[in-house]
């Protein structure tokens, strides 16, 4: 086989890398919009199929496992070639973990139809579609090795976590207020922290397309706006 040959069969290989990913992401992101629908509609069957789903996630990251240790072992690759298959190991992963986080939102959906609707539910799709937004971003970010679309993605995670505060805080109010309100409650806190959790991940992905494209870390200070370690809320002094 000519060098010429090895070369176009290593770039075609890499490419095949790179399509995985890609669809792996379609399915992660299909799974995040399918779980906060779930929890929008109250809708029991859907929320099974996310969490059926969740084993094809599962499956492509074998594939992406095996097949970049594979081009490790067989090809000795440098410089680019490397961050490729390097970065399709770190993204898979993400990728995998978003779609555990979905598939948690979904599990806690199926709890959530079975009491009252309460107030801060609709905290969740608002959430949902910030993290939407950005994971629909950064998986275009990808596709296209665009560290600017990346980067504006990744400065995002600062609003997902203002949102997360923010519902965090509601929630515990509502809880004082009722203690039937508790057991929802709960449900939806976990829910939250979920989104919040993909949002992390959709963040990382954005920092690996950066070591990607441009060879190096990401240097700034991530973005963090979550407090809610930190949050307190008072009972109300004045109720009977």
């Known amino acids: 086989m000519t060098n010429e040959h090895i070369v176009r069969s290593f770039a075609q290989e890499l490419q095949r890398l790179s ?40 499956e492509y990251e074998r594939e992406i496992d095996t097949e970049t240790i594979r081009l490790l072992a067989l090809r000795q690759p440098m410089a680019q070639d490397l961050r490729e298959i390097v970065s399709a190991l770190k993204i898979a992963s993400d990728l995998e973990r978003i779609g555990d986080y979905a598939a948690n939102v979904a599990k806690r959906s199926l ?4 009491v009252p609707v309460v107030r801060p539910t609709a905290g969740i799709p608002r959430m949902g579609r910030l993290v939407e937004e950005i994971l629909k971003d950064v998986l275009d ?12 993605a990744w400065r995002r995670d600062e609003e997902l976590d203002d949102l997360y505060t923010s519902l965090f805080r509601e929630v515990l109010t509502y809880m004082m207020e009722d203690p039937r309100n508790i057991t929802p409650c709960t449900h939806l806190l976990f829910m939250a922290k979920n989104l919040e959790r993909i949002g992390d991940h959709a963040t990382n992905i954005a920092e690996t397309i950066h070591f990607l494209v441009v060879g190096g870390p990401l240097i700034m200070d991530r973005p963090k706006g979550d407090d809610s370690s930190f949050a307190v809320v008072q009972p109300d002094q004045t109720a009977p």
């Open 141 to 152: 970010a990808f596709i296209e090795r665009d560290v600017e679309k990346a980067i504006g």
């Open 111 to 114: 709890a959530l139809a079975q």
């Open 19 to 58: 399509n995985l990913i890609t669809q792996m992401g379609g399915v992660a992101e299909a799974q995040v919009g399918s779980a906060i629908k779930a929890v929008a509609r109250r809708d029991v069957a859907l929320a099974a199929q996310v969490m059926q789903a969740d084993t094809r996630l599962d």
